[in-house]
């Protein structure tokens, strides 16, 4: 079992920057690609960033590409992402994913692949 705990949201101004962090417990974070995705209400929840645990290379949707940055920090088992040039359409409870990645296999940006899920955390950015 892996166990997820998202921090860092709140209420933001457009423009504004601000950074969530994800905190892993359980099993080795390592061999874990990780994710946050979002939900909006009355949304489908959808893949906001995505880091391979065998390089650390990212993918961004464009709704976020240029603005969102995910990172991981394997020593503190944290992952990151750093949202800056907020804008109103990113409010949306943020939640992190893990997903475990067999050598060889592609990194995964379906939902439905990460079986570990965080309880979220909401941003809100509104003027």
């Known amino acids: 079992q892996v166990q997820l705990v998202e921090s860092g949201g709140g209420l933001a101004q457009p423009g504004d920057s601000l950074r969530l962090s994800c905190a892993a417990s359980g099993r080795t974070f390592v061999n874990y690609d990780m994710a946050w995705f979002r939900q909006a209400p009355g949304k489908e929840r959808e893949l906001v960033a995505v880091?391979?645990?065998?390089?650390?290379?990212?993918y961004y949707p464009n709704s976020v590409k240029g603005r969102f940055t995910i990172s991981r920090d394997n020593a503190k088992t944290t992952l990151y992402l750093q949202m800056n040039s907020l804008k109103p359409e990113d409010t949306a409870i943020y939640y992190c994913?893990?997903?475990?990645?067999?050598?060889?296999?592609?990194?995964?940006?379906?939902?439905?692949?990460?079986?570990?899920w965080g309880q979220g955390t909401q941003v809100t950015v509104s003027s």
């Open positions: 880091i391979s645990w065998t390089d650390s290379s990212t």
């Open positions: 994913a893990a997903n475990y990645r067999s050598l060889g296999v592609a990194v995964s940006r379906l939902r439905s692949s990460y079986n570990y």
